[in-house]
């Protein structure tokens, strides 16, 4: 059941204490800041070197199909009330918005290492990339971001090296193995070892909402072992499948190398909660956009 809440210099909210979660999988933490409802993960929080959250519809200013937490400039929302909700998140945070480090999301693999030179790339000034839908740092107080409205969030957390990652993996980063290339990425950069690895998988839509055609269907069977596939795809025949994309990202990183215990699915699925997050399939694309962050400490 919903309760009104209200602050100073705040509009009221809805705060959902109740969200639909799928049974047997990850056990996301909802938590309340100033207003704002948010996610994270109790495996990420406990390395004791990040602070991270994936934002929820609940505690911005933006209003109509955008209300109330939208994140995006692009969607057709005022620019004002985008930059207000960016300013909460970085509030929680413990940061400006000067700190964030926006992606260039074309359903890519491709990674991007930044440093503090881009810093407000994409919100305080422009980016000078493009097709970019990971970003790797192992600098504090950069604050890593990308954005979803039912695509897969990737959180990546290198306690070791004191090194982190952010990735967008929608169907095409997945099939494309977005997860491992941001791996090989941090090896590249910091030396990662992915058994020193801590993952979030975050919350998307998930298998029981998510219904594909025959080309997603052959992408996945031309890059995933057949014991992976029967495990992920599932034919509803007439051409149609349901597609797991949180087991689809498990597997990709446990062949990878990065242990069970170390990766934490969600349990929420963007499609069936949409009052309490944005999902485009759910709205019709009718829809704000969500956000992740990850920033070293």
């Known amino acids: 059941m919903a309760e009104e809440i209200s602050g100073k210099d705040r509009m009221e909210y809805t705060v959902y204490s109740s969200v639909k979660r799928k049974e047997g999988m990850g056990n996301l933490k909802q938590n309340m800041q100033g207003g704002v409802e948010y996610l994270t993960f109790p495996l990420l929080e406990e390395t004791g070197i990040v602070r991270h959250l994936f934002s929820t519809r609940i505690g911005g200013v933006s209003e109509g199909m955008f209300s109330t937490m939208n994140l995006s400039y692009t969607r057709g929302d005022r620019k004002e009330a985008v930059d207000e909700n960016f300013r909460r998140i970085a509030e929680i945070m413990d940061a400006n918005v000067s700190d964030f480090v926006l992606p260039d999301q074309t359903h890519t693999v491709n990674v991007r290492k930044v440093t503090a030179k881009d810093k407000g790339k994409g919100i305080t000034k422009s980016k000078d990339y493009t097709d970019v839908d990971g ?80 080309d997603v269907a052959e992408a996945f069977s031309a890059r995933f072992p057949e014991e992976m596939l029967s495990k992920i795809l599932f034919s509803k025949g007439g051409g149609k499948y349901l597609l797991d994309l949180w087991k689809a990202n498990y597997f990709i990183f446990l062949t990878a190398g990065v242990l069970k215990e170390q990766i934490s699915i969600t349990d929420i699925c963007t499609c069936c909660n949409p009052d309490y997050l944005f999902s485009h399939r759910a709205s019709g694309g009718k829809r704000g956009n969500l956000g992740a962050f990850l920033c070293l400490v």
């Open 135 to 214: 970003l790797i740092t192992d600098e504090r107080g950069i604050i890593l971001a990308a954005f979803y409205a039912d695509c897969v969030p990737l959180f990546l957390v290198d306690k070791r090296r004191r090194a982190i990652g952010l990735a967008h993996s929608g169907w095409k980063g997945t099939a494309g193995r977005i997860g491992e290339h941001m791996l090989f990425a941090m090896k590249d950069a910091f030396g990662t070892k992915p058994e020193d690895v801590f993952v979030g998988i975050g919350p998307s839509i998930c298998k029981d909402c998510y219904e594909v055609g025959e």
